[in-house]
């Protein structure tokens, strides 16, 4: 089954950009949508298909799709953006139809 | 305003049964994809299960097949997971969410989760 690896931490201070990664093999072939989970709270999508936001979310919030890993870039961090990010894929490849999740991240705001 | 309802959890004796039911409203219920997605305390999200809108298509991830069934009713908006044979490791709490139109397996709405919890 299609793994997908993200770094356990990341850190970032204020007003910086947050980088986070997700790596599977030849991802850019898939669409992948990324989660944001607040503590005790629900997942929430951020991004979907790579690059769009759904609406509500801030423009802060874009990502990337490239070789073998997809970014979620978070801009101008604030506070409120400490939480856990997953990235997923929908892997319909073969004959069957999974939700891949990655191991999700941890985003520390300093 | 969409809204997923999750019920049915509940502290459960391993190899015994429980039935998860999640209900929605704000949407129509039929047209879309639903999923069964489960987090064990201080985890990652793991996939459980995917229905497709007419129950055509029903996929379960490698932990849970051949004990849990995923099943709907259109007509009560409602989504179902009968889980048997239940172990410790099953004990998480189990999201239901939503299929967007665009893409089945982007889970643009999620509810809040109902805990199940597996021990003797």
């Known amino acids: 089954s299609y793994v997908l690896t993200q770094p356990p931490s990341v850190s970032v201070a204020p007003g910086q950009t947050a980088r986070i990664t997700c790596g599977g093999d030849n991802i850019v072939s898939y669409s992948v949508h990324w989660y944001q989970q607040q503590p005790g709270q629900a997942p929430v999508l951020v991004v979907y298909?790579?690059?769009d936001r759904p609406s509500g979310i801030p423009e802060r919030f874009s990502g990337s799709n490239s070789g073998n890993t997809a970014t979620l870039i978070i801009s101008r961090v604030e506070a409120g953006d400490e939480a856990d990010y997953y990235c997923?894929?929908?892997?319909?490849?073969?004959?069957?139809?999974?939700?891949?999740f990655g191991g999700g991240t941890k985003l520390t705001v300093l | 305003e969409v809204q997923l309802v999750e019920s049915g959890g509940g502290s459960v004796q391993p190899g015994r049964s429980l039935r998860l039911s999640c209900v929605a409203s704000?949407?129509?219920?039929?047209?879309?994809?639903v999923h069964w997605v489960r987090q064990a305390p201080g985890k990652g999200l793991e996939w459980v299960s995917s229905i497709s809108w007419n129950s055509d298509s029903i996929g379960y991830g490698d932990s849970v097949k051949g004990r849990f069934t995923t099943s709907r009713d259109n007509a009560k908006k409602s989504l179902y997971l009968q889980m048997n044979s239940l172990r410790a490791e099953d004990t998480a709490l189990y999201y239901c969410?939503?299929?967007?139109?665009?893409?089945?397996?982007?889970?643009?709405?999620w509810g809040q989760g109902t805990m199940v919890t597996v021990s003797s």
């Open positions: 298909d790579d690059t």
């Open positions: 997923q894929v929908w892997d319909s490849s073969g004959d069957h139809r999974d939700v891949v």
């Open positions: 704000g949407f129509t219920f039929d047209d879309y994809a």
């Open positions: 969410a939503k299929g967007s139109g665009s893409s089945i397996g982007t889970l643009d709405n």
